[in-house]
Structure formats: C-alpha cells, structure tokens
C-alpha cells in the first residue's frame, strides 16, 4: 500500500486553519502529522478537514500549548501516547494504518535559550525528553513504524546555515545532538530525509525574527522523519515544502514529506 506523509509545526491550528486545508488540498498527502496544535482536541476545526477527505483523526491537546494530531485519507486505529519525561505534555500520540505501520507523532520540547540544566529547566526537560525516548524504544525495538515530528534539534553540519556559529545555540548544541543519535541508535530509527537526500543544506524551520527569511535564508532542520530498519527501504520522494514558509501569516516551520511503498 503506497502512502504519503507529511509533518508540520503548525503553531496553532485552529490559528492557521486555512493554511492546514491549503496544504492538503495543493498537496493532498494521505496522512498529515501536525505539532505545536496548541488547543484542546474538542476545539481542533475537524469539519474542515473532514470535507477534504480528512475524516480520521487521533489526538492529544492541550489550551494553547503543545498537542499534536494526526489526519489521515487513510483509516487509522488509535494506538495510545507516551508522557515522555512526564512532564504532563501532549507531545505524542500513535495511530496504525491498516496495513500494520504504526506512526509516531512527537513533538519535543525546544529546550529554551541557554543549553546548561542548571540555569535553564526548559533545557533539562528537553534532555529528560530525549533520554526517555531513547529507553522508551531502546528496551523494545519498533517495527513497521515510521516516527515523525519537530525535534527541536537539527542534528548535521549542513542541517543548520552556520555550524560553528550555533554551536553553543540550543538545537545545535553537541549534548543535544549526541542525545538526539543515541535516541535514533536505540530505536533503530532510520533518517528518512537524509537517506534521500544524503548532502546539502536542508532546513525546515526559519526564525520569525528575521526581516526577509527567504533572502537570509538562516535556517535549521529542526523537523524530522524517521522509519525503523525494516521498512526505511520503501521510503523515496523525501521533500521539504519550503513554499509554505512564505504563505501569508505563515508558520515558521514548513511540511516535510515522504512517500513509502509498503
């Protein structure tokens, strides 16, 4: 069974709706992931989605915080969450599709603005998250699943515009990025993108604080794809569709996707 995924920060969606149905109707992925929803599960515009042929949900929600959905063309069984870290976040949930592929949706904390545990709580919790993860799948190894999500780090040289000047910037950071392969390593997690796109600079995100993003073009991949080793093979046609960064009240995160013939 052949099936598109995307997965987008959309950073609030009742906020930026019509950017959602935008997404699905240009580009008509059959499962959309969707983080940073920032409401309440009840309060998430379904009817809309619905109308698109986006008639299966799963979620996790939270009033004007974090929450993470997924949307899907495809019918999806509800497979529960993880309170990685316990931090009391909705930052994951699960869904199977028929054909057996459990998708992870996770939306990791950003870890605030000064990578030291002791001064920064935000950043502790970040590494708790991470460290979680890393046990979480470490102790029993997915198979037939594919994680997706904003893991607010960007793990490569060139998934940022300028290593050594982010070297010491949270989501660059080399404690985060050690983490960040120790959690992939213990899950067996393969980096979709990047086997698809193997060089180059790659981004996903791009700060709102910079006057013309596009022509800066200061960007980090802070949102990933990940597949376990069994079915990374049937992934192909990885892409980041930076358009949406410049759609009008945009998010500061664009869609990734991937396709996977299972």
């Not at 979480?136 to 994680?147: N, T, V, W």
């Not at 995100?205 to 006057?211: A, E, G, H, K, V």
């Not at 800066?216 to 569709?241: F, N, T, Y």
Request: proline share 6%.
């Amino acid at each position: 069974m052949p099936f598109t995924l995307a997965t987008w920060n959309i950073n609030s969606v009742r906020l930026r709706e019509g950017l959602v149905a935008k997404l699905l109707e240009e580009e008509a992925p059959d499962v959309l992931c969707l983080q940073e929803c920032k409401s309440p599960v009840e309060k998430i515009p379904l009817e809309g989605f619905a109308a698109l042929g986006y008639r299966h949900i799963v979620a996790r929600g939270q009033k004007g915080y974090n929450g993470v959905a997924i949307l899907s063309k495809l019918p999806i069984e509800e497979v529960g969450d993880v309170d990685f870290a316990r931090l009391g976040h909705a930052r994951h949930v699960a869904a199977k599709l028929e054909n057996g592929v459990t998708i992870h949706n996770v939306y990791a904390p950003a870890g605030g603005d000064i990578p030291d545990r002791d001064a920064n709580v935000k950043f502790g919790q970040k590494l708790d998250y991470f460290t979680h993860m890393r046990e979480h799948f470490g102790a029993e190894r997915p198979h037939k699943a594919i994680l997706v999500g904003d893991l607010n780090i960007a793990p490569r040289e060139d998934d940022v515009w300028n290593h050594k000047q982010l070297l010491k910037v949270v989501s660059h950071t080399p404690v985060e990025v050690e983490l960040f392969e120790a959690t992939r390593e213990a899950g067996a997690w393969e980096d979709v993108t990047r086997a698809d796109i193997p060089s180059g600079n790659l981004y996903s995100w791009w700060s709102y604080r910079s006057p013309d993003w596009d022509a800066a073009d200061k960007g980090r991949r802070l949102d990933h794809i990940w597949a376990s080793r069994d079915i990374a093979a049937a992934a192909h046609g990885s892409r980041i569709h930076r358009p949406a960064r410049g759609w009008e009240q945009p998010s500061d995160h664009a869609p990734v996707f991937a396709s996977f013939d299972l």
